[in-house]
Nanobody, 123 residues
Framework: QVQLVESGGGLVQAGGSLRLSCAASGRTFSTYVMGWFRQVPGKEREFVATISWSGARTYYADSVKGRFTISRDNAKNTVYLQMNSLKPEDTAVYYC????????????????WGQGTQVTVSS
């Protein structure tokens, strides 16, 4: 069982930056693939980024590639999402998620979810 708690969301102007953090409980954090998804009201949950258990492999949605960076610190049981050059269309609730196995981009492939943190980008 893994519990995930996100932090770092907030209000930022377009072009600005935010860093989201996700703290995980449990001694097996380093064995989990971690991911970030986002969701706006009325739309499906959207893949943002994922990182392998070792951190060696990362994948990004085309919409954030080159602007967002996912990373992890297994010693701290924490995964991060550095978001730069933010755009109003990045406004959403951002969710941290975890799964065993290979990296995936579909939300139904993930077993554990945090409660989400709101990111609002003003124009």
């Amino acid at each position: 069982q893994v519990q995930l708690v996100e932090s770092g969301g907030g209000l930022v102007q377009a072009g600005g930056s935010l860093r989201l953090s996700c703290a995980a409980s449990g001694r097996t954090f380093s064995t989990y693939v971690m991911g970030w998804f986002r969701q706006v009201p009325g739309k499906e949950r959207e893949f943002v980024a994922t990182i392998s258990w070792s951190g060696a492999r990362t994948y990004y949605a085309d919409s954030v590639k080159g602007r967002f960076t996912i990373s992890r610190d297994n010693a701290k049981n924490t995964v991060y999402l550095q978001m730069n050059s933010l755009k109003p269309e990045d406004t959403a609730v951002y969710y941290c998620t975890a799964r065993n196995g290979a990296t995936m981009t579909q939300p139904e492939e993930y077993n554990y979810w945090g409660q989400g943190t709101q990111v609002t980008v003003s124009s």
